[in-house]
């Protein structure tokens, strides 16, 4: 609003501009009342210019705020899903939409939204007002205006769908170069870096081609706007210069226009279009913004509305799964009717061969699934070692800690990797330590939290020589003393040393 009150100055601006210029040229002897309409013109121009600026900083300031509010919700609506959601788009998508991507929202409503504003008022005002002195000029420009929008409606809905797919070929290209960067080891090791590189050059192929083609639009916008408008203005300048020289002697309502009211108009002849000239520069803005706009809402769009607090089972146990079943979508039922029951001191393995359903099984203790029948009552808080731990760039404490305060790592790392410096920094996925202290190194993490009742271990001696994966399940054994211990597996050693088995997926 702020930025079209602005530009509404232009009307009296002109007005004033067009009578300084009639006493200047006429034969008046007053040229006082010239030099007074120029002063207020100049105090209205610098009251638009600031007008302008002002608009133009809370454009900018809403903008930015807009976008913190739209990621935030995307990235609490993301952390509310599971990661096992096979719904879930590939986090190389996401954090390209989301950090890159995302920022086409802040031009589109910094300068998109509030030239609407201008589009509906600017012209709303001028129209009259030279149809107050001219009605033939108001009819050119009448005509004129409307073919501007019905051409960039035809143009919009091929930059609509130019826009979005520029948007999904950058989001496939940002998810390929992460997980081969990933898998860059195993790549290596095949000796497919040629192929991965002629796969991700076609891609970068496909998005400078895409990115071309919302130019190209772009550019074709902006030709149509400008052919238009500067028809518009040219007819109206015709219009006016003949009927001043007497050539036209119909259009305005005393017959013929005097100087100050054929400069007036020529003056707010572009001033009617700008708002429309101003369209094509911020076209690309819209397609690109609403695209935007469009994938993050798209993050938000097919998720299970979030779960409630999980209740504690009313047996005293630290876990009871009553006869729970469930299904990958599109997949036979992986699990059906199962009924576990954890006390404290308990330890238990889920024991059976890959795809069998154990890993599914903890998941749905851990509450990172949902399941479609049954219930899942769980009491106090989990602690979870994945198979392949993941470790970030970071100390060993921090690594244990992840953030969370009030958790002291030092006693646990000195107890389970003794002889470790709780500030040496690891690498990212662990670089620099052994497969057995990595696990160490996530059992600390999953014991860490006083409060955690149970520990939930997907697979702990995979991938691990003998006399490592005997050192793990002594570890494991000892740390979770006093807790409910689960772990899904196919090792026998580590099966044997559980208090009870269970089969799944014989």
């Known amino acids: 609003m702020v930025q079209a009150v602005a530009a509404l100055l232009w009307v009296p601006q002109a007005w004033l501009l067009a009578e300084a210029i009639f006493w200047l040229t006429g034969s008046y002897t007053l040229p006082g009342h010239a030099v007074t309409l120029a002063v207020i013109f100049a105090v209205l121009g610098v009251l638009r210019s600031l007008l302008d600026a002002w608009g133009g900083r809370l454009a900018f300031r809403g903008a930015r705020a807009e976008l913190s509010r739209l990621r935030t919700q995307a990235v609490a609506a993301l952390a509310q899903r599971s990661p096992l959601d096979p719904s879930l788009p590939p986090s190389g998508t996401v954090s390209s939409l989301l950090a890159e991507q995302a920022e086409a929202v802040v031009p589109y409503l910094q300068r998109y939204v509030p030239l609407r504003w201008r589009l509906a008022l600017v012209p709303a005002v001028i129209l009259p007002a030279v149809a107050w002195h001219s009605w033939a000029a108001a009819l050119i420009l009448l005509i004129a205006a409307p073919l501007i929008p019905l051409f960039m409606a035809l143009i919009g809905i091929r930059a609509k769908k130019a826009s979005e797919d520029q948007l999904a070929a ?222 970030k760039n970071a100390s060993l404490a921090a690594n244990v800690t992840l953030g969370r305060p009030g958790l002291d790592a030092a006693p646990l790392l000195r107890r389970l990797l003794p002889g470790h410096d709780p500030a040496r920094r690891v690498g990212e996925g662990g670089v620099g330590l052994s497969g057995g202290e990595t696990l160490r190194l996530a059992l600390a993490r999953a014991i860490a939290d006083p409060d955690a009742a149970l520990i939930l271990a997907d697979e702990p001696t995979a991938h691990l020589d003998a006399a490592t994966a005997a050192e793990v399940i002594e570890a494991l054994i000892e740390a979770a003393q006093g807790r409910a211990l689960l772990v899904a597996t196919h090792d026998p050693r580590l099966a044997a040393r559980m208090d009870r088995v269970v089969e799944v997926g014989a």
């Open 170 to 391: 950058v989001g496939s290209m940002n998810g390929l170069l992460m997980d081969r960067l990933r898998g860059l080891a195993t790549i290596r090791a095949l000796k497919a870096e040629g192929r991965v590189a002629a796969r991700i050059g076609t891609l970068a192929a496909d998005v400078k081609r895409r990115t071309m083609a919302v130019l190209r639009i772009a550019f074709l916008s902006s030709a149509v706007l400008e052919l238009f408008s500067a028809l518009g203005v040219a007819l109206v300048a015709v219009y006016v210069g003949f009927n001043l020289l007497g050539q036209i002697g119909f259009g305005a309502w005393g017959g013929t226009l005097d100087l100050a009211h054929g400069l007036f108009i020529l003056l707010l002849a572009p001033a009617f279009f700008e708002p429309l000239r101003e369209l094509s520069a911020v076209w690309h803005d819209r397609a690109s913004g609403e695209a935007a706009l469009r994938a993050m809402a798209g993050l938000l769009e097919g998720q299970e509305p979030a779960a409630g607090p999980v209740q504690a089972p009313d047996d005293g146990s630290v876990l009871r799964l009553d006869r729970v079943g469930f299904a990958y979508p599109a997949a036979a039922a992986l699990v059906s009717d199962v009924d576990l029951s954890l006390r404290r001191g308990e330890k238990v393995a889920l024991f059976g061969p890959s795809g069998g359903g154990k890993s599914t099984l903890l998941a749905l203790a851990a509450g990172l699934l949902q399941p479609d029948s049954g219930t899942v009552r769980r009491a106090g808080k989990v602690g979870w070692i994945g198979h392949r731990p993941f470790m």
